[in-house]
Protein backbone atom coordinates (compact mmCIF):
# COMPACT_ATOMS: atom_id res chain seq x y z
CA UNK A 1 0.00 0.00 0.00
CA UNK A 2 1.10 3.08 -0.81
CA UNK A 3 0.23 6.24 1.74
CA UNK A 4 2.90 8.66 0.39
CA UNK A 5 0.42 10.76 -0.48
CA UNK A 6 -1.40 11.17 2.83
CA UNK A 7 1.44 11.15 4.95
CA UNK A 8 4.23 14.19 5.17
CA UNK A 9 7.02 13.43 4.98
CA UNK A 10 8.53 15.57 7.26
CA UNK A 11 12.17 16.27 8.46
CA UNK A 12 13.27 14.34 11.53
CA UNK A 13 16.49 13.55 13.69
CA UNK A 14 18.10 11.49 16.45
CA UNK A 15 20.77 12.36 18.78
CA UNK A 16 22.59 9.42 19.43
CA UNK A 17 26.11 8.32 20.95
CA UNK A 18 28.81 6.55 17.59
CA UNK A 19 29.09 3.50 18.99
CA UNK A 20 29.04 -0.08 16.47
CA UNK A 21 25.90 -1.20 18.66
CA UNK A 22 23.96 1.54 17.72
CA UNK A 23 24.54 0.90 14.07
CA UNK A 24 21.92 -1.83 13.86
CA UNK A 25 19.45 0.15 15.21
CA UNK A 26 19.87 3.21 13.03
CA UNK A 27 19.51 0.91 10.23
CA UNK A 28 16.28 -0.38 11.51
CA UNK A 29 14.99 3.32 12.85
CA UNK A 30 15.43 4.37 9.09
CA UNK A 31 13.29 1.15 7.51
CA UNK A 32 10.70 2.44 9.35
CA UNK A 33 10.59 5.95 8.61
CA UNK A 34 11.04 4.86 4.85
CA UNK A 35 8.30 2.36 5.23
CA UNK A 36 6.24 4.91 6.64
CA UNK A 37 7.05 7.74 3.97
CA UNK A 38 6.34 4.92 0.75
CA UNK A 39 9.74 4.68 -0.34
CA UNK A 40 11.06 1.11 0.12
CA UNK A 41 12.75 1.34 -2.64
CA UNK A 42 15.36 3.39 -1.31
CA UNK A 43 15.40 1.36 1.78
CA UNK A 44 18.71 -0.79 1.23
CA UNK A 45 20.28 2.15 -0.45
CA UNK A 46 19.96 4.28 2.57
CA UNK A 47 21.00 1.31 5.14
CA UNK A 48 23.96 1.36 3.60
CA UNK A 49 24.72 4.92 3.21
CA UNK A 50 23.47 5.33 7.19
CA UNK A 51 26.10 2.17 8.00
CA UNK A 52 29.61 3.92 6.70
CA UNK A 53 28.57 7.54 7.59
CA UNK A 54 28.24 6.57 11.39
CA UNK A 55 31.32 4.23 10.98
CA UNK A 56 33.18 6.67 9.43
CA UNK A 57 32.47 9.22 12.67
CA UNK A 58 32.87 6.21 14.71
CA UNK A 59 36.26 5.12 12.81
CA UNK A 60 37.94 8.70 12.01
CA UNK A 61 36.34 10.73 15.56
CA UNK A 62 36.13 8.20 17.99
CA UNK A 63 33.32 5.65 19.57
CA UNK A 64 30.89 7.18 21.89
CA UNK A 65 31.22 10.84 19.55
CA UNK A 66 27.72 13.00 20.01
CA UNK A 67 26.74 12.45 16.67
CA UNK A 68 22.93 13.23 15.22
CA UNK A 69 21.18 11.49 12.53
CA UNK A 70 19.12 13.80 10.35
CA UNK A 71 16.58 12.41 7.35
CA UNK A 72 14.81 15.07 5.20
CA UNK A 73 13.11 15.82 1.65
CA UNK A 74 15.54 17.93 -0.29
CA UNK A 75 12.67 18.44 -3.48
CA UNK A 76 12.84 14.69 -4.57
CA UNK A 77 15.43 13.33 -3.09
CA UNK A 78 16.20 11.35 0.08
CA UNK A 79 18.49 13.77 2.29
CA UNK A 80 20.56 11.60 5.06
CA UNK A 81 23.20 13.62 7.33
CA UNK A 82 25.11 12.70 9.77
CA UNK A 83 26.29 15.34 12.10
CA UNK A 84 29.10 15.38 15.03
CA UNK A 85 31.17 17.75 16.93
CA UNK A 86 34.72 16.96 14.51
CA UNK A 87 35.67 20.15 12.27
CA UNK A 88 38.85 18.57 11.16
CA UNK A 89 38.51 14.92 10.29
CA UNK A 90 37.01 14.91 7.25
CA UNK A 91 35.52 11.96 5.00
CA UNK A 92 37.75 11.51 2.37
CA UNK A 93 36.96 9.33 -0.88
CA UNK A 94 40.52 6.74 -1.25
CA UNK A 95 40.55 4.12 -3.60
CA UNK A 96 41.07 1.34 -1.61
CA UNK A 97 42.86 -1.77 -2.36
CA UNK A 98 41.64 -5.29 -2.71
CA UNK A 99 43.10 -6.42 0.66
CA UNK A 100 42.94 -2.76 2.28
CA UNK A 101 40.64 -3.69 5.55
CA UNK A 102 39.12 0.01 5.09
CA UNK A 103 38.83 3.22 3.24
CA UNK A 104 36.02 1.55 1.35
CA UNK A 105 33.16 3.95 3.17
CA UNK A 106 33.48 6.56 1.26
CA UNK A 107 33.55 4.94 -1.77
CA UNK A 108 30.43 2.71 -1.04
CA UNK A 109 28.09 6.08 -0.44
CA UNK A 110 29.71 7.53 -3.69
CA UNK A 111 28.77 4.24 -5.38
CA UNK A 112 25.38 3.99 -3.86
CA UNK A 113 24.22 7.96 -3.94
CA UNK A 114 23.48 10.29 -6.05
CA UNK A 115 25.45 12.86 -4.70
CA UNK A 116 27.62 13.32 -1.59
CA UNK A 117 29.23 15.90 0.30
CA UNK A 118 30.43 17.74 3.55
CA UNK A 119 29.37 21.19 5.20
CA UNK A 120 31.47 22.55 7.91
CA UNK A 121 30.06 24.70 10.85
CA UNK A 122 32.11 26.57 13.71
CA UNK A 123 30.80 23.69 15.99
CA UNK A 124 30.53 20.74 14.04
CA UNK A 125 30.11 18.80 10.26
CA UNK A 126 27.28 17.44 8.67
CA UNK A 127 28.34 14.62 6.19
CA UNK A 128 25.67 14.23 4.13
CA UNK A 129 24.10 12.17 1.47
CA UNK A 130 21.04 11.99 -1.12
CA UNK A 131 19.29 9.17 -2.89
CA UNK A 132 16.75 9.67 -5.95
CA UNK A 133 13.29 8.57 -4.73
CA UNK A 134 11.86 8.78 -8.24
CA UNK A 135 9.22 10.50 -7.09
CA UNK A 136 7.14 13.63 -9.21
CA UNK A 137 7.42 15.81 -5.98
CA UNK A 138 8.49 15.87 -2.51
CA UNK A 139 4.87 14.69 -1.13
CA UNK A 140 4.64 12.71 -4.20
CA UNK A 141 3.56 9.26 -5.06
CA UNK A 142 6.07 6.06 -5.13
CA UNK A 143 5.01 5.15 -8.41
CA UNK A 144 2.81 2.35 -8.23
CA UNK A 145 0.54 1.53 -11.27
CA UNK A 146 -2.46 1.70 -8.65
CA UNK A 147 -2.09 4.99 -7.30
CA UNK A 148 -0.55 5.92 -10.56
CA UNK A 149 -3.91 5.28 -12.72
CA UNK A 150 -6.06 6.75 -9.67
CA UNK A 151 -3.93 10.05 -9.82
CA UNK A 152 -5.17 9.73 -13.24
CA UNK A 153 -8.51 9.32 -12.67
CA UNK A 154 -8.89 12.00 -9.85
CA UNK A 155 -7.43 13.82 -12.33
CA UNK A 156 -10.36 14.46 -14.77
CA UNK A 157 -12.58 15.32 -11.48
CA UNK A 158 -10.60 18.39 -11.24
CA UNK A 159 -8.01 17.52 -8.27
CA UNK A 160 -5.04 17.66 -10.40
CA UNK A 161 -3.61 19.63 -7.43
CA UNK A 162 -3.94 16.26 -5.60
CA UNK A 163 -1.13 16.18 -2.67
CA UNK A 164 1.16 14.33 -4.37
CA UNK A 165 0.93 15.26 -7.76
CA UNK A 166 2.59 17.97 -7.58
CA UNK A 167 4.95 21.01 -5.69
CA UNK A 168 1.98 23.29 -5.74
CA UNK A 169 -0.94 21.72 -3.65
CA UNK A 170 -3.55 23.45 -2.38
CA UNK A 171 -6.23 20.60 -1.88
CA UNK A 172 -6.30 19.48 1.25
CA UNK A 173 -6.03 15.75 2.31
CA UNK A 174 -9.27 16.15 3.19
CA UNK A 175 -10.66 17.58 0.04
CA UNK A 176 -8.49 15.10 -1.43
CA UNK A 177 -10.48 11.91 0.01
CA UNK A 178 -13.68 13.43 -1.08
CA UNK A 179 -12.59 13.73 -4.05
CA UNK A 180 -11.53 9.88 -4.41
CA UNK A 181 -14.60 8.94 -2.53
CA UNK A 182 -16.72 10.63 -5.14
CA UNK A 183 -14.97 8.44 -8.10
CA UNK A 184 -15.67 5.35 -5.93
CA UNK A 185 -19.55 6.51 -5.63
CA UNK A 186 -19.26 6.93 -9.71
CA UNK A 187 -17.66 3.60 -10.57
CA UNK A 188 -20.35 1.99 -8.37
CA UNK A 189 -23.26 3.81 -10.37
CA UNK A 190 -21.70 2.84 -14.03
CA UNK A 191 -21.34 -0.60 -12.35
CA UNK A 192 -25.01 -0.67 -11.43
CA UNK A 193 -26.52 0.67 -14.68
CA UNK A 194 -24.50 -1.98 -16.36
CA UNK A 195 -26.35 -4.86 -14.99
CA UNK A 196 -23.24 -5.87 -12.44
CA UNK A 197 -23.74 -6.63 -8.39
CA UNK A 198 -22.21 -3.89 -6.89
CA UNK A 199 -21.72 -5.80 -3.46
CA UNK A 200 -19.69 -8.22 -5.47
CA UNK A 201 -17.41 -5.51 -6.91
CA UNK A 202 -16.78 -4.34 -3.70
CA UNK A 203 -15.97 -7.20 -2.29
CA UNK A 204 -13.53 -8.26 -5.37
CA UNK A 205 -12.08 -4.95 -5.23
CA UNK A 206 -11.62 -5.63 -1.19
CA UNK A 207 -10.00 -8.67 -1.79
CA UNK A 208 -7.54 -6.89 -4.52
CA UNK A 209 -6.94 -4.20 -2.23
CA UNK A 210 -5.67 -6.50 0.75
CA UNK A 211 -3.66 -8.80 -1.42
CA UNK A 212 -1.46 -5.84 -2.74
CA UNK A 213 -1.55 -4.59 1.17
CA UNK A 214 -0.18 -7.85 2.17
CA UNK A 215 2.38 -7.99 -0.75
CA UNK A 216 3.71 -4.50 0.15
CA UNK A 217 4.03 -5.38 4.27
CA UNK A 218 5.87 -8.89 3.15
CA UNK A 219 8.43 -6.75 0.63
CA UNK A 220 9.11 -4.37 3.85
CA UNK A 221 9.86 -7.21 6.31
Not at 180 to 189: C, G, R, S, T
Request: net charge negative.
Amino acid sequence: MDSAGCVPRKPWDIPFAAEPTEVSALRRIMRLHLGLWGLPGVTEAAQLCVTELVSNVITHVGAGTPTTLAVSMNGTYLRIEVQDPDTRALPTLIQAGVDSEGGRGMALVDATADRWGVQLYPDRKVTWCELSTGLNSPNGHSGSAPVARAGAMLGLYGAENLPGNSGLSTMSVAVAQEAAINVIADLLHWLQAHGHDVDEALDRAQMHFEADVVGAEDSLA
